[in-house]
């Protein structure tokens, strides 16, 4: 007997299969965004630790730019030579992120953009530095101060302003982040209930096909039984044979009315 069912067993096999793929295919792009965002708030993150150094530091020369225009004691001028050394320090370690190429290009401008600004400012506050030095910059002490300490504050504004960017940045990462997991929880739900619909839908058809043969193989049996029933009760003899003439069916009828048994047949 045809089997009517598989066709439409082997269209949900397909239709499963197919949405697994896509679900498959939707989990590792969610997956991929997920990663790649968090591997950008950790960029993000340590940018703002490099920041802060740089505005600690900052700070530091600030304060040591006063207590030398208080005192004019060479030691904070030495200090500040160091703090100019190690935001040098920090600016390069800035640069050398390794996430800093999965930035898009305007912020990867801006950060180079921010590094020249930081660069330039520190070379002059360093030559500020260098003439308060000078034996003969006694008399211009108040004027050099002046002059550093508004570098100061304009360094300090440049990392201020690059790091409310820079926070606005990772608050953005985080936004899609959040976006992404619940995008690929409301995914992996839908998919998951539609798959076990389909995996029901394919369980009846299995089930009925299973059914419908078990039906058809009981039918098939009854018919072989009626069969067997009237060709050995049938009021007339039959027999078959092959091409040899050697007997290979005979019913009851014709056994009797011939007087052997099957067994001597």
Same mark, same amino acid.
């Given at each position: 007997?045809?089997?009517?069912?598989?066709?439409?067993?082997?269209?949900?096999?397909?239709?499963?299969?197919?949405?697994?793929?896509?679900?498959?295919?939707?989990?590792?792009?969610?997956?991929?965004?997920?990663?790649?965002?968090?591997?950008?708030?950790?960029?993000?993150?340590?940018?703002?630790?490099?920041?802060?150094?740089?505005?600690?530091?900052?700070?530091?020369?600030?304060?040591? %730019?006063?207590?030398?225009? $208080?005192? *004019? @004691?060479?030691?904070?001028? /030495?200090?500040? +030579? #160091?703090?100019?050394? !190690?935001? =040098?320090?920090?600016? %390069?370690?800035?640069?050398? $992120?390794? *996430? @800093?190429?999965?930035?898009? /290009?305007?912020? +990867? #401008?801006?950060?180079? !953009?921010? =590094?020249?600004?930081?660069?330039?400012?520190?070379?002059?506050?360093?030559?500020?530095?260098?003439? /308060?030095?000078?034996?003969?910059?006694?008399?211009?002490?108040?004027?050099?101060?002046?002059?550093?300490?508004?570098?100061?504050?304009?360094?300090?504004?440049?990392?201020?302003?690059?790091?409310?960017?820079?926070?606005?940045?990772?608050?953005?990462?985080?936004?899609?982040?959040?976006?992404?997991?619940?995008?690929?929880?409301?995914?992996?739900?839908?998919?998951?209930?539609?798959?076990?619909?389909?995996?029901?839908?394919?369980?009846?058809?299995?089930?009925?096909?299973?059914?419908?043969?078990?039906?058809?193989?009981?039918?098939?049996?009854?018919?072989?039984?009626?069969?067997?029933?009237?060709?050995?009760?049938?009021?007339?003899?039959?027999?078959?044979?092959?091409?040899?003439?050697?007997?290979?069916?005979?019913?009851?009828?014709?056994?009797?009315?011939?007087?052997?048994?099957?067994?001597?047949?």
């Amino acid at each position: 007997m045809k089997n009517v069912t598989s066709p439409n067993i082997s269209i949900g096999f397909a239709i499963t299969l197919s949405l697994l793929v896509i679900n498959i295919f939707t989990a590792y792009q969610n997956i991929t965004k997920i990663a790649t965002n968090d591997r950008m708030q950790t960029h993000s993150n340590e940018m703002l630790s490099i920041l802060a150094t740089i505005s600690v530091l900052a700070k530091d020369t600030e304060m040591r %730019q006063r207590e030398h225009a $208080l005192t *004019n @004691n060479p030691y904070y001028l /030495q200090v500040n +030579r #160091a703090n100019i050394s !190690q935001m =040098r320090i920090q600016l %390069q370690l800035l640069q050398d $992120l390794p *996430n @800093n190429q999965l930035q898009p /290009q305007p912020q +990867r #401008a801006q950060l180079v !953009q921010f =590094r020249q600004q930081i660069e330039r400012y520190l070379s002059r506050l360093g030559q500020n530095i260098d003439r /308060q030095f000078r034996p003969l910059a006694l008399a211009r002490q108040p004027e050099l101060s002046k002059q550093g300490q508004d570098t100061i504050d304009e360094i300090q504004q440049i990392v201020a302003n690059f790091q409310r960017a820079e926070r606005i940045t990772l608050d953005r990462y985080q936004a899609k982040s959040q976006e992404s997991l619940g995008f690929a929880r409301l995914s992996f739900s839908i998919s998951g209930l539609l798959d076990l619909l389909l995996l029901s839908i394919l369980y009846r058809l299995v089930n009925g096909d299973l059914i419908k043969r078990e039906q058809a193989e009981s039918m098939l049996r009854d018919y072989g039984a009626e069969f067997e029933e009237l060709y050995h009760n049938a009021p007339c003899g039959y027999h078959s044979l092959d091409r040899t003439g050697k007997f290979l069916r005979i019913n009851r009828t014709e056994l009797q009315m011939l007087g052997y048994e099957a067994a001597e047949l």
